[in-house]
C-alpha cells in the first residue's frame, strides 16, 4: 500500500490549502480512506474519513464546516480543501487507511509520509 500526500505548507490564518493523496495498492476490503493530523506534542487526530463505496463522510467536530473531503475513484486520489484555516490546524496531515467514520479510538493500519500544514501569521 502506498499513500502519498501533498500540498501541504505555510499559510496564513483564514487562509485555505488543498491537501492530495495518491494511494495505491489498497486493499479492496478497506471501505474508507481518510486524514488523520498530528501536531507536535499532542495526540494523533482523525480528522475526515469517506467511504469509498458510498460515499458516506466523517468530519472531526474541530475541523467541520471549514474542511471539505472529496475523492476521486477512477484517479486513485482522496483530497482535503482546508478552509478558514486556524493556527490550531498546524500539524503533519497523513493519508491513511483504513479510517473510523466517528470520534473513536482507531488503529490505523497505512499511512504515507505526511504533509506539513503551517497556519501563522
Known amino acids: 500500500v502506498q499513500l502519498q500526500a501533498s500540498g501541504g505548507g505555510l499559510e496564513q490564518p483564514g487562509g485555505s490549502l488543498r491537501l492530495s493523496c495518491a494511494a495505491s495498492?489498497?486493499?479492496?476490503?478497506?471501505?474508507?480512506i481518510g486524514w488523520f493530523r498530528q501536531a507536535p506534542g499532542k495526540e494523533r487526530e482523525g480528522v475526515s474519513c469517506i467511504s469509498r463505496i458510498d460515499g458516506g463522510i466523517y468530519y472531526a467536530d474541530s475541523v467541520k464546516g471549514r474542511f471539505t473531503i472529496s475523492k476521486d475513484n477512477a484517479a486513485n486520489r482522496v483530497y482535503l480543501q482546508m478552509n478558514s484555516l486556524k493556527p490550531e490546524d498546524t500539524a503533519v496531515y497523513y493519508c491513511?487507511?483504513?479510517?473510523?467514520?466517528?470520534?473513536?479510538?482507531?488503529?490505523?493500519?497505512?499511512w504515507g509520509q505526511g504533509t506539513l500544514v503551517t497556519v501563522s501569521s
Open positions: 491513511a487507511v483504513p479510517c473510523p467514520m466517528g470520534d473513536y479510538d482507531w488503529e490505523y493500519q497505512y
Open positions: 495498492g489498497v486493499p479492496g476490503h478497506y471501505l474508507n
